[in-house]
């Protein structure tokens, strides 16, 4: 099992930043790609960032590239997304999610290929 907590989110308006962290508890991190996904109301939880177990590849979805950054810090167990430039769209709920690692698998950005979960941080952003 591996125990996922996120934290960091707020209120912002937009153009201004946010950092989230997740920590991980459990098992040993450095085995796990990790992802951030977000929800809004009434939409399906979508793909925001992934970095793969050692932190040497990322993946972000379109909307966020240039604005947000993911990384993590396997001694602390942590998890990051540094959120700038934010706008109202980008309001949701965030979580992390976590997977272990497969050389045979590319990192994924479907919520389904994930197996653990955190309970999630609001982000709201104002306009």
């Known amino acids: 099992q591996v125990q996922l907590v996120e934290s960091g989110g707020g209120l912002v308006q937009a153009g201004g930043s946010l950092r989230l962290s997740c920590a991980a508890s459990?098992?040993?991190?450095?085995?796990?790609?990790m992802g951030w996904f977000r929800q809004a109301p009434g939409k399906e939880r979508e793909f925001v960032a992934a970095?793969?177990?050692?932190?040497?590849?990322?993946y972000y979805t379109d909307s966020v590239k240039g604005r947000f950054t993911i990384s993590r810090d396997n001694a602390k167990n942590t998890v990051y997304l540094q959120m700038n430039s934010l706008k109202p769209e980008d309001t949701a709920l965030y979580y992390c999610?976590?997977?272990?690692?497969?050389?045979?698998?590319?990192?994924?950005?479907?919520?389904?290929?994930?197996?653990?979960w955190g309970q999630g941080t609001q982000v709201t952003v104002s306009s």
């Open positions: 970095i793969s177990w050692s932190g040497g590849s990322t």
């Open positions: 459990g098992r040993t991190f450095s085995n796990y790609n």
């Open positions: 999610a976590a997977v272990r690692y497969d050389a045979s698998r590319s990192i994924s950005v479907v919520p389904g290929a994930y197996d653990y």
